[in-house]
């Protein structure tokens, strides 16, 4: 079959999926049956909003006693995740990273069991080059893919206001529109691997914020100030922000049980920047937030809650 003819094929199945899907302005788009690779932390309070909303939801991982509590919500567990995408008009990833979204979509025979015209939607944080190459390999089978990783963690996906940041074909972006509806607010942001560039920047400004928080804060005490109380007093001051209210709470508390853990924002800095490596734009402030969060992984640190690169500054300055 030649280029042409396969395009042609896959705008027509994107026309009769656009009448399945609904549109972004219809009032009761109608029920999708939508499979999700991957549950945990995200994976599970995902696919639970999904079924509430009233989609058919089959689920997959690969320890599936992680995944049997949702079969107690009505949703389908698979052995595999090829079984789990049979007739998906939706297939969403929550994996690890990119390497283990290649390996279950083109070597575990996941790509292959899709029908032509599935939307495969990674909201797992990969790299933008990883995302580009997923689209095309797809896009060559037929198959549609945008890159929609999430910002807002947990509580964000449990209570569906997660920040959702999308690359890819504006056409895709709108048949995506009853999914994104039961998870939080979508943002198109541009063509493919666009989405993870953008996640890349939040994730940037997270990690990089978090050690200003944890600096600043251990500053603080360290001079004699009640650490609290240095919080609750520079909260709607410019120095305000989501970090300083519910991380610096964390560390206040010393609470770290994890929400996002320290080794996943590591994994997150160095994704930055070796992309920022392959478009030629230095970085040097990620490069040495990614060295904290390096050596306090390399101290025990990594399954603490990201805010828990405030532990591995308190050492340095013999305040545990």
């Known amino acids: 079959m030649t280029g042409k003819c396969t395009k042609k094929a896959h705008h027509g199945n994107a026309h009769k999926d656009h009448q399945r899907f609904g549109t972004k302005d219809a009032m009761t788009p109608h029920p999708l049956h939508i499979a999700v690779l991957g549950i945990g932390m995200m994976g599970s309070p995902i696919a639970r909003r999904l079924k ?21 919500q009505g949703i389908s567990i698979h ?7 049979q007739n998906a008009d939706v297939v969403i990833s929550l994996l690890e990273n990119g390497p283990v979204v290649g390996h279950v979509l083109f070597e575990l025979g996941t790509a ?5 015209g599935t939307l495969f939607i990674d909201m797992a944080s990969i790299q933008p080059r990883e995302a580009r190459d997923h689209a095309a ?11 929609a990783p999430v910002s807002g963690g947990t509580v964000g996906a449990e209570n569906g206001t997660l920040a959702i940041l999308v ?4 056409e895709d ?38 050690g200003a928080v944890a ?8 001079g004699g100030a009640d650490m609290a109380k240095v919080r609750e007093a520079i909260q709607g001051g410019f120095a305000d922000s989501r970090i300083l209210q519910l991380h610096g709470q964390r560390m206040v508390e010393r609470d770290f049980t994890p929400h996002g853990r320290m080794a996943v924002q590591l994994k997150d800095m160095r994704n930055a920047l070796a992309t920022a490596s392959e478009i030629g734009f230095d970085a040097p402030i990620t490069a040495l937030f990614e060295r904290l969060y390096a050596e306090g992984v390399d101290h025990g640190l990594g399954e603490l809650d990201h805010s828990g690169l405030f532990v591995e500054l308190a050492s340095r300055n013999a305040m545990q």
Do not use: Y
């Not at 600096?215 to 360290?222: D, I, S």
């Open 112 to 116: 292959r069991a899709m029908r032509r």
């Open 79 to 85: 052995e595999t995740p090829a079984d789990a995408i």
């Open 137 to 147: 390999r797809l896009g060559e089978m037929g198959m549609a893919h945008l890159d």
């Open 52 to 72: 509430e909303a009233g989609h058919q939801v089959h689920a997959w991982n690969r320890t599936r006693a992680k995944a049997e509590p949702l079969s107690q």
């Open 173 to 210: 972006f709108a048949r995506a529109q009853p999914v994104f509806a039961a998870c939080g607010r979508a943002t198109h942001v541009g063509p493919h691997g666009a989405g993870q560039l953008t996640k890349l920047a939040n994730q940037m400004i997270v990690g990089i914020t978090i």
């Open 167 to 170: 690359g890819g074909r504006p």
């Open 215 to 222: 600096e600043a804060l251990l500053f603080a005490a360290k």
